[in-house]
C-alpha cells in the first residue's frame, strides 16, 4: 500500500466529502464552515472558496431568521466540472443547494429546494433531483436560481438518507432503516419497491437500510448498511425480490459509511469510527482492511464520503480517496497489487 497524506493549510478544515472533477483536483467540502475547496494530487497546492451568504442575494430569506454556519453535507457532482453543494447553513427551515462552477469559480444558489440534491446523471435529460419536506421532486434548472419541478406523485413518503441515479437517470433511495428500497422512473415517475433482506448482516448489526452509496459503470447500486455492519448491492436488472444482496462486514463496530464499486471487481467501504477502510473481492468475497496513518494527537480517522479512482494503469487496482474529517486531512490509498 502506498497511503499519501494532505494536510489542508486551514487549521479547522473538515472535509467531509472529496470528489474527483475532470480537471483532476480533487474537491472537497467543509462539515462545519461554509467552504468549498481544492486539492492538486501532484503538488499538494490548494484553494478554497467561501460561499456567498444566500441572504446577499435573495434579500426574502431574511426573514427566515440569522444564517447559521453549519457546513455543507453534500459535494455532488454532474460529471460536466459543476459540483452540487447541500444548504450552506440552516435558515429556520428555508431549503437549498448551491452550484459551484469549477471553471468560472462562481456560485449559483437556487432557494426553494431541498438539502439533498442528486445531479449525476442530469446530462440524460436535463433534470436533477432533489428532496425537499420528504417531498421527492424532478427539476430543470433555469438560471439566475429559478427552477421548475414536478414532486413525484406518491402517497407514501420516499425516505431517504441519499439518494443516487443509475445511468439512464432513474432516482433510487432508502432510509437508514428502510426495509425496502424505492425507484422512481425518470419518464413516468412511477415507483417500484425493492425489499432489503433481512440477513444476512454483520455483528454487532443493529438493522437494515442505507446511508451512502452510488451506481456502478453495470448500473448497479453498492450501499453502506450503517447501522446493520453491511455493505449491499442493488441490482435493477434482477426481479425485485432478488435485486438486493448484502454482504456482511468481518469486523464488528464498523459502522460502514459508504460503499462504492471500483469497475476493476472491488468494492470499496469506509468506517465513521474505525480507522480503517475496506475492500472486499466480489467474485471472492475476500476482505482486506487498511488502516489509516495515526495521528498522535487523534485516534478517530472519521470519514464520510469517499471517492474510488478507476486504475491508472494495467495490473494495479482501483484507489481510495477519503477526507479525515476531524483532522483536517485527505488521505490517497493505492493498493499495490489486487
Known amino acids: 500500500?502506498?497511503?499519501?497524506?494532505?494536510?489542508?493549510?486551514?487549521?479547522?478544515?473538515?472535509?467531509?466529502?472529496?470528489?474527483?472533477?475532470?480537471?483532476?483536483?480533487?474537491?472537497y467540502n467543509d462539515f462545519n464552515d461554509n467552504v468549498i475547496?481544492?486539492?492538486?494530487?501532484?503538488?499538494?497546492?490548494?484553494?478554497?472558496?467561501?460561499?456567498?451568504?444566500?441572504?446577499?442575494?435573495?434579500?426574502?430569506?431574511?426573514?427566515?431568521?440569522?444564517?447559521?454556519?453549519?457546513?455543507n453535507r453534500t459535494i455532488q457532482p454532474d460529471g460536466q466540472g459543476?459540483?452540487?453543494?447541500?444548504?450552506?447553513?440552516?435558515?429556520?427551515?428555508?431549503?437549498?443547494?448551491?452550484?459551484?462552477?469549477?471553471?468560472?469559480?462562481t456560485f449559483e444558489y437556487y432557494p426553494g429546494t431541498g438539502a439533498f440534491v442528486a445531479p449525476?446523471?442530469?446530462?440524460?435529460?436535463?433534470?436533477?433531483?432533489?428532496n425537499s419536506g420528504g417531498q421527492l421532486q424532478q427539476a430543470q434548472l433555469l438560471g439566475d436560481g429559478k427552477w421548475t419541478g414536478t414532486p413525484v406523485p406518491t402517497e407514501k413518503r420516499l425516505s431517504a438518507y441519499d439518494f443516487y441515479p443509475d445511468s439512464k437517470n432513474n432516482v433510487y433511495g432508502a432510509g437508514?432503516?428502510?426495509?425496502?428500497?424505492?425507484?422512481?422512473?425518470?419518464?413516468?415517475?412511477?415507483?417500484?419497491?425493492?425489499?432489503?433482506?433481512?440477513?444476512?448482516?454483520?455483528?454487532?448489526?443493529f438493522g437494515g437500510g442505507s446511508r451512502r452509496g452510488l451506481f456502478d459503470s453495470q448500473d448497479r447500486a453498492w450501499f453502506a448498511g450503517y447501522d446493520g455492519n453491511y455493505i449491499g448491492k442493488l441490482d435493477p436488472s434482477l426481479p425485485a425480490g432478488q435485486a438486493v444482496e448484502l454482504f456482511p462486514i468481518p469486523r464488528p463496530w464498523?459502522?460502514?459509511?459508504?460503499?462504492?464499486?471500483?469497475?476493476?471487481?472491488?468494492?470499496?467501504?469506509?468506517?465513521?469510527?474505525?480507522d480503517h477502510v475496506g475492500r472486499m473481492n466480489e467474485e471472492t468475497g475476500e476482505w482486506n482492511f487498511y488502516r489509516l496513518p495515526k495521528?498522535?494527537?487523534?485516534?478517530?480517522?472519521?470519514?464520510?464520503?469517499?471517492?474510488?479512482?478507476?486504475?491508472?494503469?494495467?495490473?494495479?487496482?482501483?484507489?481510495?480517496?477519503?477526507?479525515?474529517?476531524?483532522?483536517?486531512?485527505?488521505?490517497?490509498?493505492?493498493?499495490?497489487?489486487?
Open 1 to 27: 500500500m502506498i497511503y499519501t497524506t494532505y494536510d489542508l493549510p486551514r487549521v479547522a478544515a473538515k472535509p467531509h466529502d472529496v470528489q474527483m472533477a475532470p480537471d483532476g483536483w480533487i474537491y
Open 37 to 71: 475547496g481544492k486539492l492538486d494530487p501532484e503538488t499538494g497546492e490548494t484553494a478554497e472558496w467561501r460561499l456567498p451568504d444566500p441572504v446577499d442575494l435573495f434579500p426574502e430569506l431574511a426573514a427566515e431568521g440569522p444564517m447559521v454556519p453549519v457546513g
Open 82 to 105: 459543476k459540483f452540487y453543494l447541500s444548504p450552506p447553513g440552516y435558515r429556520g427551515g428555508a431549503g437549498y443547494f448551491v452550484v459551484f462552477d469549477t471553471e468560472s469559480e
Open 120 to 130: 449525476q446523471s442530469m446530462h440524460v435529460d436535463g433534470n436533477v433531483w432533489f
Open 176 to 205: 437508514r432503516e428502510s426495509t425496502e428500497f424505492w425507484r422512481v422512473d425518470a419518464k413516468t415517475l412511477e415507483v417500484t419497491y425493492y425489499p432489503i433482506p433481512e440477513e444476512p448482516r454483520g455483528e454487532t448489526a
Open 254 to 274: 464498523f459502522y460502514p459509511y459508504m460503499a462504492q464499486g471500483g469497475d476493476d471487481g472491488y468494492v470499496w467501504v469506509n468506517s465513521e469510527s474505525a
Open 295 to 338: 495521528d498522535p494527537e487523534h485516534w478517530e480517522a472519521n470519514m464520510r464520503h469517499v471517492y474510488v479512482q478507476p486504475p491508472e494503469r494495467d495490473g494495479l487496482p482501483s484507489s481510495l480517496w477519503v477526507g479525515k474529517n476531524h483532522q483536517g486531512q485527505i488521505v490517497h490509498i493505492e493498493p499495490l497489487a489486487p
